[in-house]
């Protein structure tokens, strides 16, 4: 749960700096949905925590984010959308070398509750 929407970038880069699946996944609503960057889908935390999970033991073992430009829209009180790029770097290719470096978007909608906000839907795409 995140305490205002414009922590979840530097959140979502720390969590993965330490390949935190769950940690990831908490950001999530019990509903929440996730498409990652390898093109798989997680339709509540737990499956959001065990498709990261799968991610970071292979293409993703070494990866490093890098923040760059973010937009943080609100919608009324208790929505925001959050676009925000990264560069991924230390991708691992299929016989583990590396494979080099790419630009990826993360693309967020967030609700207000009770206990602060958390994510109702996130894209983590390769940007073109």
């Excluded at 769950?22 to 949905?33: C, N, S, T, V, Y």
């Excluded at 829209?73 to 991708?91: D, K, M, N, T």
């Excluded at 693309?107 to 109702?120: D, M, N, S």
């Amino acid at each position: 749960m995140l305490s205002d929407p414009a922590e979840l970038a530097r959140r979502f880069a720390a969590l993965w700096g330490t390949r935190d699946a769950r940690g990831i996944a908490a950001l999530f609503a019990p509903d929440g949905e996730f498409l990652s960057l390898t093109g798989g889908v997680g339709q509540n935390p737990k499956e959001i925590a065990e498709l990261l999970a799968g991610e970071f033991a292979g293409a993703f073992q070494r990866a490093r984010l890098v923040t760059g430009r973010s937009r943080l829209r609100p919608i009324g009180e208790g929505a925001a959308v959050i676009w925000q790029r990264f560069v991924l770097s230390g991708l691992v290719d299929e016989n583990g070398a590396e494979a080099g470096r790419i630009g990826a978007a993360l693309c967020a909608t967030l609700e207000r509750t009770g206990a602060g906000w958390q994510i109702v839907s996130a894209q983590f795409v390769v940007e073109a």
